[in-house]
């Protein structure tokens, strides 16, 4: 069974994000990059369906800035056979994801695709549904636990008020949550393993993709600095300040 | 070979990660109960970092270097106990069979240290022989294709949890010096061997320390460290595995200066007195910027010494300089913190004042600072000679 995960350069969780001072967009000069949180859950759930002997292949594929390599030998260190970076350097949009990624299936055919449920920079929550209409197999959204059993894929979903548990026909679309697992650390021995295991490259237009971004960003800027609060005497001049000052109920 | 920079900066960036995440939260608790637990042990295994140094034909990373010591400055950024769990399979516990062993010394030995099965550990300090330690009083006598044992060894460190010792002893009764010492691994079953209750220390809690007596060990000849044909030069595999060992720890100071700068500098910008951060008084800026000048000359000597190793030139003297400077250089900035501190910085709560015990240490071991000033200067006068 080959698994395909999906993995995208983000800037690094611990990094705090400002805007460039003209508002064109975040500033990311300089920053920390690292593999996106729900992207690195979604290879160590890969790798570990693989221990238990239920996946054979694990191929790990990123769309984006040639830098991108640096995040996919993260998910080579971390278990994945093999690495393909589908090469741009526009700003890729969850629509451009899901194409390139239907289109590479169309020729590495894999039983599952396993992605992060978002990524921690625009979090869009859309590329695994999208993935999903475009190549009309059953997804498992906000996977908490992931069991394959009898050619089905057994997704437990993390719902609003619970959990859900869907059992999906394969070839099947599955994002995780951030409890499916607590991925490992890569061994050192692992990562500089990592530099001799396969990385090809192509691109959008190799795929027949057109990744043009179908959004254009207008303007970053940080949310207003929050003034300090008040302690009111009373419930009656509480409700009267969220009616006249806050204006929040009527 | 040498690692290309994107791989080196994955290597640290995990190290960095494991020591944020699985051991700085673990400081007080390991200095308080004077124990590592034993499932940081294993994932410490699990990583890989009981190979740093070991070559990759024999289960290692085959850092050299250079590349070890920046993954040692990220370790220092922590309690320097957990860099004591496997700092003897990456230095003195496995160098001297890396460098001078017989291959099938290496075979046996070396991927056992790299996975961090084995622990090794070096004996060569006896009651009477520190700095001096050329003068060997332990006895090896040669009985048929063994050696006899018999001596003590003083302040070994990991030998309660060893299953391997390089133990140095006296071969050559009728030589006095380093001439007449050979290094011997030997097995941590062998009979005859006990160990004392461990040392109570002032700092670096949870990394233990105790003597270990040989009492008729019988060893075959053939563990001595390159085979019977290095009889009597164990002390220059020692002194080999010195210089390495040296810039190690120099490059461990470095690390431990660093977390001392930051949490020193975190304090001093929250920290209020007569109205305003004490990070704004020049005397304590006076402080801060002598500290990270110190640490960052450190490391660029580290740095240097290090490429000039790894580049096969003459390095002892500059491993000295390494060690001398970086050592005193870190005590120097574990006093600064705690000043800065005020009284906090000698409660126990706050880590500098652990910090400042536990690098108390780096001035001693490996060659003092009086041993390393010998070595600069005898190497310098030797040479105007
Ligand atoms: C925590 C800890 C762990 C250790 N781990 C190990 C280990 O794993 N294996 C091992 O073999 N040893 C180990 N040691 C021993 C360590 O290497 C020695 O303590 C060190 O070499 C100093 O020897 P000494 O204690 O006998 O001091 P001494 O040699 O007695 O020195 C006392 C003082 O005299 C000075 N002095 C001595 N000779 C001279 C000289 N010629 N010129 C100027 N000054 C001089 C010294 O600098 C020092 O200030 C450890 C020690 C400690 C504290």
Redesign the interface.
Known sequence: MKVLVPIKRVVDYNVKVRPKSDGSDADLANL?MSINPFCEIAVEEAVRLREKGAVTEIVAVSIGMQQS??QL??AL?LGADRAILISTDLAVEPLAIAKCLKALMDSEKPDIVLLGKQAIDGDNNQTGQMLGAFTGYAQGTFASELTLEDGRAVVKREVDGGLQTVSLELPAIVTSDLRLNEP??????N??K??RKPLDTMTPEELGVDVSPRTQLINVRLPAERVAGIIVEDVATLVDKLKNEAKVIS | MA??Q??L???L???R??VSQRLMPLEAQVDEEDRIPPTVVS?MR????F??TIP?AYGG?GLNTEEECRVIMEIGLTSPAFRSVFGTNNGIGSQGIVMDGTEEQKNHYLPLLASGDVIGSFALTEPDVGSDSGAVKTKAVKEGDHYVLNGTKRYTTNASSAQLFTVFARTDASEPGARGVSAFLVDANTPGIVLSEPYKKMGQKGAHVCDVTFDDCRVPQANIIGGPDRLNKGFETAMKTLDRGRIHIAALSVGCARRLIDTSVTYAVERKQFGKPIAEFQLLQGMIADSQAECYAAECMVIDAARRRDAGLPATMQASCCKLFATEMVGKVADRAVQIHGGAGYMEEYAVSRFYRDVRLFRIYEGTSQIQQSIIARNLIRAAR
């Open positions: 920390k390599q640096e030998r993260t260190a490992r650390y890569a061994s050192l021995p990562i500089m990592a530099k | 690692l290309d994107e791989t900066e994955q290597l960036s995990t190290v990660r494991f994932e699990e990583l890989g970092l190979g740093l990759q990373l």
